[in-house]
């Protein structure tokens, strides 16, 4: 036949898919890098901030990214000022914090279990209700719920903030689809050994879903340890207060010391560091594993 009319399947070329490969994972490989070092940059700054004088922060003959000398003078000053007891103040956002992560991983635990794997009347409608508080913004709960604590006589005081937290939508949701992967054959076989459904929930439902509520707790830690508005709504007095609100008046006492500043905030956000650090491999597990499913 005439050459126009054949075709020739041409074997691949080995050496350009390689290049194409390389190139496309340096390309992936680079723009992590990037945002990496966009992402960590301020943070390292802050660090690095807070072993520096004031006068080399703000002084641009004396700038630079690394001290020019090392000191511990902003953090000597915080820990030996009178009216900042750090330790109450941990004290106060702890309370708060593991508080609410004990709560809302019981609660949304117990009830995504429900919602998983028991079947009854008004069901859907149930969850359809608890997934449309999600779309409520919390300014317009917040006043209400300022007035339910006034009557219990709960402002200014720490159980005001865990009082009204006993549910949460969202740990709910993510129970829920992260128990529908567990097969109801393990479950029903637990029932016909005569395990109740307490100890199906404690000893076989809990465990196969560890990764998923340890991703839960850190994100409720960490966001009640970072709230500011609701805790400055509900606290008044300065030795209930909770760090994040200590900040703000720590600062506004200290506008003319960058370095106090500094150290100030990362003494606030390294318990946040310590636990991700300690607690990442969960994290990573709950969202590879992924209660998103189903």
């Not at 106060?92 to 914090?97: E, G, I, P, R, T």
């Not at 709504?233 to 006492?253: C, F, K, S």
Request: charged share 10%; hydrophobic share 55%.
């Amino acid at each position: 036949m005439p050459a126009l009319f054949t075709s020739e399947v041409q074997p691949p070329n080995r050496l350009s898919q390689a290049i194409n490969r390389f190139g496309g994972r340096t390309l992936i490989y680079a723009v992590l890098i990037i945002g990496c070092i966009l992402t960590v940059t301020p943070f390292v700054w802050t660090i690095l901030a807070s072993f520096k004088t004031h006068a080399e922060i703000i002084d641009p003959a004396q700038r630079t990214f690394l001290p020019r000398e090392f000191t511990f003078s902003n953090y000597q000053t915080i820990f030996s000022d009178p009216s900042l007891p750090l330790a109450r103040f941990y004290a106060n956002s702890l309370f708060v914090a593991l508080s609410n992560v004990v709560i809302h991983t019981f609660t949304s635990s117990l009830f995504g279990y429900v919602f998983a794997k028991f079947e009854f009347r008004f069901k859907r409608v149930l969850f359809a209700y608890i997934l449309a508080t999600l779309m409520i913004p919390f300014q317009l709960t917040m006043i209400p719920s300022y007035l339910i604590l006034l009557q219990f006589n709960l402002t200014n005081n720490l159980l005001g903030l865990v009082a009204l937290s006993w549910f949460n939508a969202f740990g709910i949701f993510l129970m829920r689809q992260f128990m529908q992967s567990i097969p109801d054959e393990l479950l029903d076989a637990a029932r016909v050994d005569g395990a109740s459904e307490w100890t199906i929930y404690a000893r076989i439902v809990i465990p196969q879903v560890l990764p998923a509520l340890a991703t839960f707790g850190i994100l409720v830690f960490i966001s009640n340890w970072n709230a500011y508005l609701w805790p400055l709504i509900v606290l008044q007095d300065v030795d209930v207060r909770t760090l994040p609100i200590i900040l703000t008046w720590y600062n506004d006492r200290h506008t003319s010391d960058l370095g106090l500043q500094m150290a100030a905030s990362i003494l606030i956000v390294m318990p946040i560091l310590v636990v991700y650090l300690f607690l990442q491999r969960w994290v990573v597990r709950g969202f590879t594993l992924s209660g998103f499913k189903g």
